[in-house]
């Protein structure tokens, strides 16, 4: 959306409207995310679990045996 101040972009998560820039959204390979940086942050806060969860999974791929590759050759 273009208003008189730029363009804004709504977050999907909280519905306002914030300019759509850096400052106010997260970007990824240059693109804006879909959640602005407040609602991104209080979504980290209430999932504390998901960083246990990859911790356990980095644990468990460390003592994991590497397989090998047969050659093709």
């Known amino acids: ?14 519905g306002e409207f914030w300019p759509a820039d850096a400052e106010f959204f997260i970007t ?3 693109r804006l995310q879909t ?11 209430t999932t504390p679990r998901a960083a246990e969860l990859e911790a356990i999974w980095h644990a468990a791929a ?12």
Do not use: D, H
């Open 1 to 14: 959306m273009n208003t008189e101040l730029g363009p804004e972009q709504a977050c999907r998560r909280c």
């Open 28 to 30: 990824c390979k240059g």
């Open 35 to 45: 959640l602005c940086r407040a609602c991104n942050s209080r979504e980290r806060v």
């Open 62 to 73: 460390l003592t994991r045996p590497r397989q090998r590759r047969a050659n093709a050759a």
